[in-house]
């Protein structure tokens, strides 16, 4: 009795089985046949579901439940097979990105390589960059012409190689020993040349944005805080162009202009005004040495001479001993003559220096955070 009830069932189970194998329910199919004790039919409908599948992801879950599923090892085995050029579908679309994801490529390379499925072994390995392997499977595949195809490529890769390492070689031996310009030449012909290399034009636009420009930069000359300026007219105050503090100094409370054989200064309509031995200033006064300007009731700027040029020194307010430092020519800083060249600042040694450890003779275009040191001075370009 038992064995008709059983049979009974298994009848139901397989007829419900293929009513649902007939409308597509692959995974109520698949269970009821294992129910009714049709392990293969359940691992036909599980691998043809996976065949039929809309996307990899969903294939792979047929392909696991496969086997689980499966009555012997010929049936895993192909489970198995399938699975792996699955995986390596998979990362063709997207290359992996972590051990995890080279481990389980490796093994389904090395699964689909045992079972003689050698150009989708091959595929796995070009992924992976394994290109022995890959070599080794194309010619076991018979693939002659896949294997020089590859070959080829393979050159074509290296060559590019060693042509973008010649580039970043080329610009950091530029870039140490102080030609800056020729360093962003350098790299700059490989990106327009290779618009993908996203990582190589980061690296040129961050050293570009490092370079001196717009006439000024601020610097330690033997570590005393100096601002250079390159370019007139120049305002000064808390937010000017050169930033000096002081409870009555106004955002841009004066201005550094040229005058008749010499510069000048003149109040900029702030609100405290500017004084010359305490009288207000109601027009540009020419730089005296010696001469004291304050600006407000608690900052005072002093003119002197600095090394052969026109400057301005903080002597009393939260700045004092900040000097501001006029290049209008060309100046002999203590370390070599200073310019600048359409905005950026050029430093010509008056010998040998060493910038940032490197030993320099050549002109030196100024980037922010380099250092120069002399025989006895040190230049110090603050980022």
């Known amino acids: 009795m038992s064995g008709f009830w059983s049979k009974l069932f298994r009848s139901r189970s397989e007829a419900e089985a293929e009513r649902a194998e007939v409308e597509g329910r692959f995974d109520d199919a698949a269970r009821l046949y294992v129910e009714a004790g049709q392990r293969d039919e359940a691992f036909r409908v599980l691998i043809q579901a996976a065949e039929g599948a809309e996307s990899l992801s969903r294939r792979r879950d047929y392909l696991a439940r496969a086997i689980t599923v499966a009555r012997t090892e010929a049936q895993r085995d192909t489970a198995r097979g399938t699975m792996a050029r699955v995986i390596v579908a998979e990362y063709e679309a997207r290359p992996p990105t972590s051990d995890d994801d080279r481990t389980r490529l490796f093994e389904a390379a090395s699964d689909l390589e045992k079972t003689g499925q050698f150009r989708e072994a091959a595929t796995a390995f070009k992924v992976l960059g394994e290109r022995e392997s890959m070599e080794r499977c194309l010619v076991s595949a018979g693939d002659i012409e896949g294997f020089e195809r590859e070959a080829t490529e393979a050159q074509s890769q290296d060559r590019q190689r060693l042509r973008r390492r010649g580039a970043l070689d080329a610009f950091e031996e530029c870039w140490v020993t102080g030609d800056r310009e020729g360093a962003i030449a350098a790299i700059d012909a490989w990106v327009r040349e290779h618009t993908e290399d996203h990582e190589a034009r980061a690296l040129v636009d961050e050293r570009r944005s490092t370079l001196v420009d717009r006439w000024r ?139 940032t450890g490197q030993r320099v003779v050549a002109p030196i275009v100024l980037a922010r955070g380099d250092r120069i040191d002399g025989a006895a001075n040190t230049i110090e370009v603050l980022r």
């Not at 033997?222 to 002081?246: M, N, Y």
């Not at 301005?312 to 800083?333: A, E, I, N, P, Y």
């Open 217 to 355: 930069f601020d610097a330690k000359f033997d570590g005393a805080l100096v601002s250079i300026i390159g370019s007139l007219p120049c305002t000064l105050g808390r937010e000017a162009d050169v930033i000096i503090r002081g409870a009555g100094v106004s955002r841009e409370h004066c201005v550094v202009e040229r005058g008749l054989g010499s510069l000048q200064l003149r109040d900029n309509g702030s609100r405290n005004g500017t004084t010359l031995r305490g009288l207000a200033m109601t027009g540009a006064v020419a730089f005296e040495e010696g001469a004291q300007f304050a600006l407000g009731p608690d900052l005072v700027l002093e003119a002197q001479t600095f090394q052969g040029a026109p400057s301005l020194v903080v002597v009393r307010g939260m700045d004092r001993g900040k000097r501001v430092v006029f290049v209008l020519d060309r100046w002999k800083s203590p370390l070599g003559t200073l310019e600048f060249r359409a905005g950026r600042a050029v430093l010509t040694p008056d010998g040998a220096v060493k910038l």
